[in-house]
């Protein structure tokens, strides 16, 4: 991964997910949200994931863009390995 890619990475791990965060400082970190205030976050990164996933659940398969749909949208059902090789088309 090259560094650019690598520093949008964990910038969106420590966003999402609070990676590194038990590495800053408390009024470092203080800071940091004073400076660039979250507001409601965690709801705003959900409800984009979901909007960007729900007209194409089947891009989900093995990713963990599956467990958003299935927490938030009635009626997903995550596809299983076993399912795709019994309904694979090939004769048996």
């Given at each position: 991964m090259g560094p650019e890619i690598a520093a949008t990475n964990y910038g969106v791990l420590t966003d999402a997910i609070g990676w590194g965060l038990d590495e800053i400082e408390g009024d470092r970190l203080e800071e940091i949200v004073t400076a660039h205030p979250r507001g409601d976050l965690k709801k705003?990164?959900?409800?984009?994931?979901v909007e960007g996933?729900?007209?194409?659940?089947?891009?989900?398969?093995?990713?963990i863009n599956a467990d958003v749909?299935?927490?938030f949208v009635p009626g997903f059902q995550r596809p299983s390995?076993?399912?795709r090789v019994r309904n694979a088309p090939w004769p048996r």
């Open positions: 705003e990164f959900l409800e984009a994931f996933l729900k007209d194409r659940p089947d891009t989900t398969y093995g990713t749909l299935e927490h390995m076993v399912e």
